[in-house]
């Protein structure tokens, strides 16, 4: 269970929810209201499955590190060119 904040007129998702659904800008949600303290709502995809997943990946932050530091005589006689001094 995750809980969501509202302010300023806007109900604010929780990020692990938001990114659990898959939503992206421009979704839009069907609310429907059950009683005086609860609803449901219902995601309304507006972008395609391609565009969701390029979108995930471009939000994930990647990192990675050199084990030794790459030598520009060793860049360039790995990839048949000369090293220029």
């Known amino acids: 269970m995750a809980?969501?904040?509202y302010h300023r007129?806007?109900?604010y998702i929780p990020k692990e929810v938001q990114e659990r659904l898959g939503l992206a800008d421009g979704d839009e949600a069907e609310i429907r209201v059950l009683d005086d303290n609860s609803f449901?709502?219902?995601v309304k995809r507006t972008?395609?499955?391609e565009e969701r997943i390029a979108q995930r990946i471009l939000n994930q932050?990647?990192?990675f590190a050199v084990?030794?530091?790459i030598k520009r005589e060793?860049?360039?006689e790995n990839h048949g060119r000369?090293?220029?001094r």
Request: glycine share 4%.
């Open 3 to 5: 809980n969501g904040t």
């Open 9 to 11: 007129r806007k109900l």
């Open 40 to 42: 449901t709502v219902t």
């Open 47 to 49: 972008s395609a499955p």
């Open 61 to 63: 932050s990647f990192s």
């Open 67 to 69: 084990k030794t530091p």
């Open 74 to 76: 060793d860049y360039y």
């Open 82 to 84: 000369r090293s220029r």
